[in-house]
């Protein structure tokens, strides 16, 4: 149960400018995934760190969380997404 981080395409963008947006601060913060979700970063730098590893992102990156997943979010650099659960 990873996270899968890559460049987003064009196609990511264009699918995701229409999805909801979040955003904080610089902050850490315990998390748990009851759904999946997709996100295209939009700003910021983050490390999620779950058991078995940690994945770290930032803008432009399209990332996926699996369901299910509990992890620990380091937001070092303020980050805006926008995200899609299911």
Known sequence: MDILVRKA??????KMMNK????????E???HY????KALIIEGEVT???VGGSASFG????VEFPKDML??????KPVRKHYEFG
């Open 59 to 62: 803008a432009g990156d399209y």
């Open 29 to 31: 913060f315990d998390w």
């Open 20 to 27: 909801p947006t979040w955003g904080c601060e610089a902050s």
């Open 71 to 76: 992890c620990v979010w380091k937001v070092s």
């Open 34 to 37: 009851s759904e999946g979700e």
């Open 9 to 14: 395409t064009e196609e990511d963008k264009v």
């Open 48 to 50: 999620v760190t779950y």
